[in-house]
């Protein structure tokens, strides 16, 4: 203790608080342990949802692939059934026909029994030719236009060149069988004879 002016100036050791505050190092609060656990909790934390969204993708994953095997095992049905029905088109696409066919030769065959009476015989053979004409109505199968026709290499086939003024130059003059197409496609050429104009 000392004395100044009179007045006791006591000392201690304590030094202003303020001081004290500036002189000591700052609080660790765990000697660093809550810094490292805070940043090693933030790791886990950013790794979770990496591992969630990689869960998510494989079970994504799976599910495509599990859809593309159900999906090319139904293609693979889908084929073996189109492939079935195509060749059992194949065998039966004619059935129809067949079918229309059958009145047609029940009456070739009752000309046939008649053959001895010319006239009904020629009735009979009348009779079968308009049944075929009418069944190939029926099947859109249309005769190909030849005689006194312009020749056409696309529908007729020149069997022979015969002079003649009886049609006009390069014309057909005769049809010696009957062509045939279905729609716009041929099935067969009409085979003529063609006009060739003699020249004075």
Do not use: W
């Amino acid at each position: 203790m000392s004395k100044t002016n009179g007045q006791a100036d006591i000392r201690t050791d304590e030094q202003p608080k303020e001081n004290l505050e500036h002189e000591l190092p700052p609080a660790d609060s765990g000697d660093g342990y809550a810094e490292k656990g805070t940043a090693q909790g933030q790791s886990q934390d950013a790794a979770l949802p990496k591992e969630t969204e990689l869960q998510r993708l494989r079970s994504e994953c799976d599910g495509l692939l599990d859809r593309l095997a159900r999906l090319q095992a139904e293609f693979d049905n889908y084929r073996k059934r189109a492939a079935k029905e195509n060749a059992d088109f194949r065998d039966y696409a004619v059935a129809d026909t067949a079918r229309s066919l059958l009145p047609v030769i029940d009456n070739l065959s009752l000309a046939l029994n008649n053959s001895g009476n010319a006239e009904e015989f020629k009735r009979g053979v009348e009779l079968i030719h308009k049944q075929l004409q009418d069944l190939l109505q029926k099947l859109n199968v249309q005769r190909v236009p030849s005689k006194g026709e312009p020749f056409d290499p696309r529908l007729h086939e020149a069997i022979e060149m015969v002079e003649s003024n009886e049609v006009p130059d390069n014309h057909v003059l005769e049809e010696l069988a009957a062509g045939y197409r279905i729609k716009d496609r041929l099935l067969r050429p009409a085979m003529v004879r063609v006009a060739k104009n003699h020249k004075p």
